[in-house]
């Protein structure tokens, strides 16, 4: 599975967009990005996912460049409950196998 | 639907003893896993369940053993619990493999002295 880089840490004012980056240069044609957070010491939360399109929910948006080396994850309008730990991972769509690094700490600012 | 369970929340062993830490889902999901999380790590996979009946071995096996009882349950078993083996430790469920959204316990700390 492909590795991915992300910044340790950000802030980011409550109520603005956060945006997360996240490098993934080696990423193969069939492995898709997700991207989990982790609240506190809770279990981690599933986010999103995409192959190469750009995604949308009702948490966030995730874009991935054309060269699928590189996405960003969207929360349109933090708040102060989005403070967390969040996971960008590269794996194979039938692994089953979900690497996690060491993430990015987003702290959501008053 | 309480989603992913685990027994107990916390526990303190001392260097040597054995214990099983228990999870449960009522997602009907065929796939289970445990990962470990040491302090400032992300998450590290042990072992794996695809499907009933299925074990796989993932990251960081050493030390551990496991069993699908059922499609609902997965235990993880230290048989000779170790220092290093202080952690916390996350059972984890999804529909199948295809995918990858992966439903998380509230974790087990699990502290050996």
């Known amino acids: 599975d492909a590795k991915t880089t992300q910044p340790p840490s950000m802030d980011c004012a409550e109520g603005r967009a956060a945006n997360l980056p996240c490098n993934h240069s080696?990423?193969?044609?069939?492995?898709?990005v997700y991207w989990y957070r982790q609240i506190h010491s809770q279990g981690p939360q599933y986010i999103i996912h995409?192959?190469?399109n750009n995604e949308t929910n009702e948490m966030a948006s995730l874009i991935i460049t054309e060269d699928r080396k590189s996405s960003t994850l969207i929360l349109p309008h933090a708040t102060l409950r989005d403070t967390a730990v969040y996971y960008c991972?590269?794996?194979?769509?039938?692994?089953?196998?979900?690497?996690f690094g060491q993430g990015t700490t987003l702290q959501v600012k008053p | 639907n309480a989603g992913v369970t685990q027994t107990p929340k916390f526990q303190v062993l001392k260097t040597g003893q054995s214990m099983t830490l228990q999870c449960a889902q009522d997602?009907?999901?065929?796939?289970m896993y445990w990962y470990r999380q040491d302090p400032g790590m992300g998450l590290r996979l042990i072992y794996y369940?695809?499907?009933?009946?299925?074990?796989d071995k993932g990251e960081v096996p050493n030390g551990y053993n496991v069993s699908r009882l059922n499609k609902r349950e997965f235990s993880l078993r230290l048989e000779s619990a170790a220092p290093s083996q202080t952690s916390v430790y996350f059972c984890?469920?999804?529909?199948?493999?295809?995918?990858?959204?992966?439903?998380f316990g509230p974790g087990t700390r699990l502290t050996v002295l």
């Open positions: 995409g192959l190469k």
């Open positions: 997602m009907n999901h065929n796939s």
């Open positions: 369940s695809a499907s009933e009946g299925t074990t």
């Open positions: 984890a469920s999804s529909r199948d493999r295809v995918g990858n959204e992966q439903f």
């Open positions: 080696t990423i193969s044609g069939n492995e898709y």
């Open positions: 991972i590269v794996s194979g769509v039938d692994t089953g196998k979900l690497i």
